[in-house]
């Protein structure tokens, strides 16, 4: 579905917008607590790398959802974006502080239910948001079975 209400530069700033977002957490985080304890054997670059492909389709995801704004369902549906992008930019600054495991790994849990309802929201207002929001949906439960392997351990 073509993003015909937006401009066209929206997607891109969105995406960008979302990515500075991201990293911008994960540099002030670590700029002031050690960072999280993740699991065994993953390169903390192994995140960084997947997050700076998951920030920007958020943000394309995002603009689709915005271009369908009119609809109904709408505004909760942003709402609903609002709070996943919350939780996601939340997770560096907590980890870190935190310094356990097991905060983490309820974390990504929790992480794991605000995307996936938020993909399922988002696709009922804008369906080509779906594609979009794939990788994040995807991502969730190996993070998640990530931690959950380290915090067994």
């Given amino acids: 579905m073509p993003l015909r209400s937006s401009p066209r530069p929206l997607p891109l700033v969105a995406a960008a917008t979302t990515l500075a977002l991201g990293h911008a957490a994960a540099a002030i985080s670590l700029a002031v607590a050690p960072p999280p304890?993740?699991?065994?054997g993953?390169?903390?670059?192994?995140?960084?790398a997947v997050w700076t492909i998951l920030y920007p389709c958020f943000g394309v995801a995002t603009v689709h959802v915005w271009g369908a704004r009119a609809r109904p369902a709408g505004p909760a549906t942003l709402a609903v974006g609002l709070c996943a992008l919350a939780v996601m930019l939340a997770f560096m600054p907590i980890a870190c502080v935190a310094g356990d495991v097991w905060v983490t790994t309820l974390m990504?849990?929790?992480a794991w239910v605000i995307v996936w309802?938020?993909?399922?929201?988002?696709?009922?207002?804008?369906?080509?948001?779906r594609?979009?929001?794939l990788p994040?949906?995807?991502?969730m439960p190996v993070t998640?079975?990530?931690k959950l392997a380290a915090a067994l351990r």
């Fill in 144 to 146: 998640f079975a990530l």
């Fill in 117 to 129: 309802t938020a993909t399922w929201a988002y696709a009922r207002v804008a369906p080509a948001a």
């Fill in 108 to 110: 990504d849990a929790l």
């Fill in 136 to 139: 994040l949906a995807a991502w």
């Fill in 37 to 40: 304890v993740g699991p065994e």
């Fill in 131 to 133: 594609l979009w929001m």
């Fill in 42 to 48: 993953a390169s903390p670059w192994l995140f960084a």
